[in-house]
């Protein structure tokens, strides 16, 4: 089966913001921010799907309770998605995870 968690990943206490440049033309390179004229995009947080490895439902909530408590995430979605897409909100949404209350399965969730 195929599962992505959807999260938000916040900045580091004490600092407001992410900052990353933003460049169209030459995506998919790594340039130090000292290093570039590209536009600066600030955010507060960073939205992520990753691919999550299970063969049940609760297989993969293991897993992605892993990754979400080394994330400084505090809530997350879980999707089972067979199209492998790294859209957000692409697929069935199974279960939701808040930190301190655990997973909230889905009751209409059907794959």
């Keep these: 089966m195929t599962y992505f968690l ?3 990943v916040p900045a580091v206490p004490g600092e407001a ?5 933003h460049d169209e033309i030459n995506s998919g390179t790594t340039v130090p ?10 955010t507060p947080d960073l939205p992520a ?3 999550i490895i299970g063969a049940t439902v609760p297989e993969a909530k293991l897993e992605a309770e892993q990754l979400i408590t080394h994330s400084r995430a505090s809530t997350a979605s879980l999707y089972f998605d067979p199209s492998n ?3 957000s909100g692409i697929g ?4 939701t ?3 301190g209350s655990g997973w909230q399965d889905v009751q209409d969730a059907t794959f």
């Design 33 to 42: 921010l000292t290093q570039t004229h590209a536009e600066r995009v600030h």
């Design 97 to 99: 995870y808040t930190e």
């Design 85 to 87: 897409s790294l859209q």
């Design 6 to 8: 959807e999260y938000s």
């Design 17 to 21: 913001e992410f900052e990353f440049p």
């Design 49 to 51: 799907r990753t691919g």
């Design 92 to 95: 069935t949404l199974v279960s």
